[in-house]
């Protein structure tokens, strides 16, 4: 009656010490391979093992995590998350930076310029907004990164504070590095009246920039979360109670200096109606619309702009790609 369960526990042994064997076996030949540097070959004769069977090991101990390869690259890529964003959400393209503890915003934003610098065609007309996070895009952009390029300020920026603001030296950046011109928006983001932006709109000026904006072949940019550290808090257009209350009512942040919430829609008509720039149905209208976003702070923005259609072209970091198909169901 106890032959079987010895018999049985016997083979259980014996498998448990092949095991063993096989990943001393498997640790060995990696570290012959990727510390000593030698052929497959050169570890078989060491081992006394066939070629085959050496190239068996070295994916035994890849399968079993013996050996871990990371690219550490500060331009190194997600392949996998990028390939699940573009299938989950319907994306043109996705770029996925690794994660790390050091300079995360700075390494999207270098991905950003090398995703605009490799873009074929060149676009002959991009539409750029302001903020932080595109400033850095404009600084990572090398000198030369394309030429003749017409870049076009998408939503208004003039600062209404002694503070320097970011929107024109982010446009007029981009374009000198591509020896093009930049065409700004002489308005402010947002105005007290709607009579005043509609008059705004209505002058021939900047009638003529926003029609080149709508127009323009690809759209770079990015979104604040809705907290005081906005820059529209910063360049005085909104303050830290108006943003709580745009929170109360269920804001996200802001695309284009444009408040949502989760399910893309405007939270405040009223202020969305005093803004000056393209709308969110124009960025959705765009061929080409690349979002520049990190951070775990940006995550709900990010999501509510991902998922419900307003760009193309998604730019991010791994815990935020991760973040975004973390959420159940299929976006819209």
Not at 38 to 46: F, L, P
Not at 87 to 99: H, I, K, N, T
Not at 142 to 159: C, D, I, K, L, R
């Amino acid at each position: 009656m106890e032959v079987a369960p010895r018999r049985a526990y016997a083979e259980q042994v014996i498998g448990e010490r092949n095991a063993a064997a096989s990943d001393l076996l498997a640790v060995r030949a990696a570290e012959l391979y990727y510390d000593e540097y030698k052929t497959q070959d050169e570890i078989g004769a060491v081992l006394g093992l066939t070629r085959w069977k050496v190239g068996r090991l070295l994916t035994y101990a890849r399968e079993r995590g013996i050996v871990r390869i990371e690219i550490v690259h500060p331009r190194a890529r997600r392949g996998t998350l990028e390939r699940e964003l573009v299938e989950r959400f319907g994306l043109r393209s996705a770029v996925v930076v690794p994660a790390g503890t050091d300079d995360l915003q700075q390494r999207v934003a270098q991905a950003a310029a090398d995703y605009l610098t490799a873009l074929r065609p060149v676009p002959r007309t991009l539409g750029v907004s302001w903020g932080r996070t595109m400033f850095d895009v404009a600084t990572a952009l090398n000198p030369g990164w394309a030429t003749g390029v017409t870049v076009v300020q998408v939503n208004g920026g003039v600062s209404l504070n002694r503070r320097a603001g970011t929107a024109a030296a982010t446009a007029a950046m981009i374009a000198d590095k591509a020896a093009g011109h930049a065409v700004l928006l002489p308005s402010p983001a947002i105005l007290e009246r709607i009579e005043t932006k509609q008059a705004i709109e209505s002058d021939r000026t900047v009638a003529a920039v926003l029609d080149l904006a709508r127009d323009a072949t690809a759209l770079v940019y990015s979104a604040g979360v809705a907290d005081e550290s906005s820059v529209l808090v910063d360049s005085g257009y909104l303050t830290t109670d108006d943003v709580a209350e745009l929170v109360r009512r269920g804001a996200v942040g802001d695309v284009v200096g444009r408040y949502i919430d989760a399910d893309g829609n405007t939270v405040d008509p009223s202020l969305d109606e005093r803004t000056v720039g393209l709308s969110h149905a124009q960025l959705r209208a765009a061929e080409l619309a690349v979002f520049v976003i990190a951070g775990e702070s940006k995550h709900d923005i990010a999501r509510a702009v991902v998922a419900n259609g307003l760009c193309t072209v998604l730019v991010t970091d791994e815990g935020t790609a991760s973040a975004l198909l973390a959420v159940e169901g299929k976006s819209k």
